[in-house]
């Protein structure tokens, strides 16, 4: 059983930088996903950023250039460092681990004046 813990949400005003983490527990396979989902009110969830194992990565086209996800394997450890946000940004953002589609709690992140 794998769990997550995402960390580091809050308000910040457009053009503001923030950096959500999260750390997986339990039993882990060697070969995995970690990923950051976002889901605005009124929407649906929505892919952010992806990372594997190996490290490759991958970006919505809405927060390339912007965003970037990182981990630490040794840690099990995601995290997502979002810079020029902007108040469509605005969402619970969900850590996730594949293989098993495990979801973490979410965390707010609010982006205004």
Not at 99 to 109: L, Y
Request: net charge positive; proline share 4%; glycine share 14%.
């Amino acid at each position: 059983q794998v769990q997550l813990v995402e960390s580091g949400g809050g308000l910040v005003q457009p053009g503001g930088s923030l950096r959500l983490s999260c750390a997986a527990s339990g039993r882990l396979f060697v070969v995995n996903i970690l990923g950051w989902y976002r889901q605005a009110p009124g929407k649906g969830r929505e892919m952010v950023a992806t990372i594997h194992s190996g490290g490759g990565t991958n970006y919505a086209e809405s927060v390339k250039g912007r965003f970037a996800i990182s981990r630490d394997n040794d840690k099990n450890t995601v995290n997502l460092q979002m810079n020029n946000l902007k108040p469509e940004d605005t969402a619970v953002y969900y850590c996730n681990y594949f293989p098993g589609n495990v979801w973490g709690q979410g965390t707010q992140v609010t982006v205004s004046s």
